[in-house]
């Protein structure tokens, strides 16, 4: 039986790892459905390794948040392979071009480096083929800063309802 072509890529973000070091704060930018993958990514930089991550639509980015962003501060641009990719890239290139460690998940990377992902050949589909290569890295990363995953300081990983 033939290999998928999602099975044959190979999602290695041990770029994004290194690059991290030093840094406790980073933007996690995506739109449309990539925007809501963005915000489970911030939202497991902070639970898994104490990371301030913080989620925007690409398109309020350039609106106020951009201010912020140093030469150097990183950037995780979450693209999937929808409408929203070329707007995605080209905030990305922006950061880059004003310094920023920007990380782009589309081969419309420029400046920024490009981080792979597993497409599905389909735009409602590739956000979570993005997110699953997400959480292989985060957990990398996680593991990189001698925490554990499974184990988030002062998370309660079950609620109870009263």
């Known amino acids: ?22 840094h406790n704060a980073l933007y996690v930018p995506g739109r449309g459905p990539g925007w809501a993958i963005a915000n489970e990514a911030a939202l497991k930089f902070k639970e898994t ?12 980015v350039m609106h106020g948040p951009v201010s912020i962003v140093t030469p150097g501060y990183p950037v ?14 080209d905030m990305a290139h922006k950061l880059a071009g004003q310094g920023a460690l920007a990380f782009l ?24 083929a993005l997110i699953v290569s ?12 001698g925490l554990n995953p499974d184990e988030p300081r002062l998370l309660k990983k079950v609620t109870e309802t009263v």
Not at 77 to 88: F, H, Q, T
């Open 49 to 60: 390794c104490g990371v301030q991550a913080e989620s925007y639509s690409s398109a309020e």
């Open 134 to 145: 997400f959480y292989g890295f985060v957990e990398e990363l996680t593991r990189h800063r």
């Open 105 to 128: 998940t589309s081969d419309l990377a420029g400046p920024a480096t490009r981080l792979p992902f597993a497409p599905t050949s389909h735009p409602i589909t590739d956000p979570l």
């Open 1 to 22: 039986m033939p290999e998928s072509p999602a099975a044959a890529v190979v999602c290695d973000w041990s770029e994004l790892i290194g690059a991290l070091d030093g």
């Open 76 to 89: 995780l641009a979450l693209a999937a392979r929808d409408a929203a990719e070329p707007s995605v890239a």
